[in-house]
């Protein structure tokens, strides 16, 4: 079975700072995809990023992008210029190229951006 | 779309009484996914259905729990009997696929048991 793993439990930077959380995994397979969610304090689960394994163009969707290191089985995500309404947890997720296992998340990091 | 609609937002009941928990999904959508959030497991996924079948329960915890898609869009989960450690997040996910272009969640449902 797959595995994430987010090993800061707690972020916390200024507002306008660019911050970078972590994540791995482990995996023997070559085609999978990997996602970054932000839970707010609202619970709502929402796909912040998106990556396919098979690309080796990071990701990026506005102020978020990735640093996808496959044979690192890294998946980082820098936020930059952060903002207030971008304190929130903040999971990694992995999906093998199958999904027979769903999706499968790390235990979150929360980060706090202080004003 | 109104996204994936779950309720009640918010349930607290008494040990060893039945809990259930509903779910529409985005319609269109062919995979539902019932996950679990609690502050000591993360999530974890539950069972998830294809066109309305139930394909991989191995993450139900115990024979308390079950959950049925009677049709597209309506998806139950249920305790019964319930009891404290079952006090968690429940989310309702759906998608087209199984997993590359990951889910959309509900907002989920936040039980108690005392």
């Known amino acids: 079975a797959q595995t994430v793993t987010q090993s800061q439990p707690e972020m916390s930077v200024q507002e306008a700072e660019t911050v970078t959380l972590s994540c791995t995994y482990d995996t023997s397979e070559n085609n999978y995809y990997l996602f970054w969610y932000k839970q707010p304090p609202s619970r709502q689960m929402i796909l912040v990023i998106r990556q396919e394994a098979y690309k080796q163009q990071n990701a990026t969707e506005n102020r978020f992008s990735v640093n996808f290191q496959k044979a690192a089985k890294s998946f980082s995500l820098k936020i930059s210029d952060s903002q207030l309404g971008d304190t929130a947890m903040y999971f990694c997720?992995?999906?093998?190229?199958?999904?027979?296992?769903?999706?499968?998340f790390g235990k979150g990091t929360h980060l706090i951006i202080q004003p | 779309d109104a996204g994936v609609i779950q309720s009640p937002r918010h349930e607290v009941t008494e040990m060893g009484q039945e809990v259930t928990l509903r779910c529409k999904p985005i319609s269109g959508h062919d995979y539902l996914f019932w996950y679990r959030q609690t502050m000591m497991r993360g999530l974890e996924l539950l069972i998830y259905?294809?066109?309305?079948?139930?394909?991989?329960d191995s993450g139900m915890p115990e024979d308390r729990f079950s959950a049925k898609m009677p049709n597209a869009s309506f998806s139950t989960l249920k305790i019964q009997p319930s009891e404290p450690r079952d006090s968690a997040v429940y989310f309702c996910?759906?998608?087209?696929?199984?997993?590359?272009?990951?889910?959309?969640f509900g907002s989920g449902t936040r039980l108690t048991v005392v």
């Open positions: 259905f294809n066109n309305n079948v139930p394909i991989d």
């Open positions: 997720a992995f999906s093998s190229g199958g999904g027979a296992d769903g999706l499968t």
């Open positions: 996910a759906s998608s087209w696929d199984l997993g590359a272009y990951g889910y959309t």
